[in-house]
Each structure stands twice: as C-alpha cells, then as structure tokens.
C-alpha cells in the first residue's frame, strides 16, 4: 500500500463514512468541542482546576453523556416501525374488540430516562403502552420501548412526551387506538441549610394520553386498560389527564427563586442546548440555563469553615472508650465530578467515645453537607467523612454511605434500580470486624434508606 493510500484509509478510520458521506469521529464533531468548550468554561465558574486529575476528561464525558441522552433528536420512529409490522392472518377487521382485530395489546413498565427542559436533570420514566391492533397487523413488542426512547431522549416533559409517543405509534402502526400512561418521577432540589438538608424524595406525576377509540378516557376501554395497570400496583387514581391539567411547574427548578447568573455562564448553557439540537429561544427552555446554573452552583468549590458554620471541631482525647454512638440516616447530595450529574443518598457513622458524653448530630451533620456539596466521587467522599471526623471523636471511627447514581442509571448501562454503598473504618473499626458487624447491624434494623427515597416508584 502506497504512502498516500495508507494516509487516505488512516482518514476514514479517523473520520468514518456513512452513505458515501465522511464523518467525523464524535470526539471531533462540532457539538461535542461546542458543548465541551461550554463544560470547560462551566468548571471554572464553580472554581474548579480543569486540569485536576478525575475532572481532566469531565469536559468530554459530559458532552458524551449529555449527546446520548438527546441523541432521539435524529432518531426516526419510521426506522423501528416499519420492518416490525407483523401479520396476523385469520383476524377479520371488525370482529374484535372495539373494532379492531382480536383484543386490547398492554405492554407495561419499560423503563426510560429523560432529560428534563426546565433544568437539564434527568428524570426517570415508566412507560405502559395500550393498543388494539387493525388492518390485521401487530407491532413487535420491543419496539414500543424503542419509540418511548424515541422521544424520551430529548429535552422534555411529561405530557408532551405522552403525546408524542402516543401520536407516533397511532400514525406508524394505524391501530384502532393508542393509550400511554407515564410515571414521571425527578429528583427534588436540596435544602442548602444543614440543619434540614433533605433530599425528599422524589416529585412523581403520572400522566396519559390517548388517540383513536381511547380518545374517550372515561371509556370502558380505558378502564380495562387502566384495570391492567392496577394488576402491577400502579395507582392509577393519581393521573392526569391529556386535558392540559399538568402544570409545568411540575420541575423543583422552577419554584426556586431566580438569581442573577453570570452572563458567560448562561452563554455556555445556551450553547450546550444548542449542540444538542434543540432551539434555546423556544417556550420552555428561555429559562433553563438560569435554573441549570442555580442547580450547579450549589457545588461551588468553597471554604471548610464555611460549610461547618462555625461549629467548633477542638479533638477531643478519651480517657476510656465504653460505648458506640450512631449517627443514622444524615441526608447528602452530591455532584458526579466525571459527569456532572447528581446523586444523592445517606451517611451513616458510628463512633466510640466515653458513656456519657457524644457529639451534637449538628457536627456530623456539618461535615457530611460540606463534602457532599462538592463535585466528588462516594468512595473519596466517605474516606473525607472518616478522616475529618477521628480526630474529633478519638479515633474510632466508621462511615458508611449508601447513594442512588443518576449517572448510572440515565447513561451507558442504565441500571435502573441499582444503588451504591462505600465504607471507610479508622481505629478500633479497621480490625475489629465484631465492632463493624454491630454497626452494620445497627444499620439494617434502622431500615438504612427509606424506600420513597431510594427509588423514584
């Protein structure tokens, strides 16, 4: 092979070629160095080092993660459909129920992450699709999650994503009719005072649309379906119509009050939604930047003293060690530093110190909120937790942190369901394994993560 012949076949390696076209490779697409650019810039309003060891590649991996959780943007619904339409032969139109051919089609609980206009976190969805098949046809099973993923991968919010699936499936698989339900659930925004920082759960909403013969949902058919749900434990009596009933205001973000962000800030955002393919200028997302901005900003790279609000961390030296005091349940959220996304869960810590005499609940309160609010990663954060804490309570000293990763489960695998416990031990608790066994336990009879606050459903 010729010199200019490898160099031409090293180009399309490089580049890649699709339908005769020459493509970039991603890392050199213009929206990923846009939205890797706007990154960078973001990094250093929160006074971060962008040239750190663990945030060095955060500018790429967020712009990949941010490109695939919007990659429905150029996604077509015709693509999944059309080679899935299958007959069913022996089915006269007409003869089945509500017209159409045989009976009511219920796929439930598939599972889909979106990303939310209001403030560009993630929210998870739960899809249940009802149909009655016509022109003697049936779609493939697999390809309802493929057209919810359709349009859940792109900035949204619920109800317009139920039209959209459900408008997409009536137009592509002409049935006699279309039903969808979405369970919608988002993170709720922390209270950044430690005394009551909580993570609250989730905000859940439960929405529907309808087309064709479940146009009508006081119907027979939409109660049928609905009885279909009920079988898996949805509480259909919490949805809301497609009467326009849903109000927007459905994201956290928005009931927060507004600040005044930095003008470059807010440029990078904008460009961030534009990169992604979606028009910043359009109702819904004017107000996104400043909202994603009040959302990051809360894990600014700020002072020790400040977040422990003076609390006084003098050590302490024990005389005798007799008891083991538990701090259960202390609430935290944190920012993924390699993706910038959330995740949020629980701090336990147990201690020994003399009978008699333990530290205010503020103090371990203190250190947990100043090390969540940070851009981290759970295993650095629970040895911080360790290491400040032994020195203020004697030495002896266990921290476990159990947490729900939105980077886990709104990317790449996307394991939902999924949670993460770390564990750091200093003193007596690095080996004595009776002592961490009595703590762990201690743990479980706590009911360690409620379950409202550990899954969306």
Known sequence: MGALDEGRLNLEIETGIKNGRIELAFEHQPETLAIQDA?????????????????????????????????????????????ALFPEAGLDEGVGQAGGVGGLVVVRDLDHYSYCESCLLPFHVRCHVGYVPSE??????????????????????????ADDICSSLQHWVKPSGVAVVLQCSHIHFPCLQA????????????????SGVFEDEGSSLWGEFLSFLKFKGVKTQDLRGTNGSVKKEWCPSVKSCSEEEAPEMVSAVVSILRSLGDDPSREGLTATPARFLKWMMNFQNVSFEMKLNGVNANGVKYKEKKKLYCELNLPFWSMCEHHLLPFYGVVHIGYYCSEGYNHKSSLMK???????????????????????????????????????HTCMISRGIEKFGSSTATIAVLGQFSSDSSARAEFLDKIHTAAALKADASSPF
Do not use: C
Request: no cysteine; hydrophobic share 40%.
């Open 39 to 83: 990154v960078k810039l973001l990094l250093q309003g929160l006074h971060e080092d962008v040239n750190r060891e663990g945030i060095k590649k955060t500018p790429f991996r967020v712009a990949k993660a941010l490109r695939e959780g919007t990659r429905g943007y150029k996604l077509k619904v015709k693509e999944f459909v059309q080679s």
């Open 195 to 210: 005394e009551s920082l909580s993570h609250n759960g989730f905000v859940k909403i439960m929405v529907s649309s309808g």
């Open 136 to 161: 003697q046809r049936v779609l493939g099973l697999s390809k309802f999650s493929r057209v919810a993923d359709v349009f859940a991968k792109r900035l949204q919010e619920p109800q317009r994503l």
């Open 366 to 404: 203190s250190i947990v909120h100043f090390y969540g609010f940070k851009l981290q990663v759970q295993e650095r954060m629970t040895r911080q937790i360790a290491e400040t804490l032994s020195p203020l309570v004697g030495g002896d000293v266990i921290v476990v942190a159990e947490a729900g």
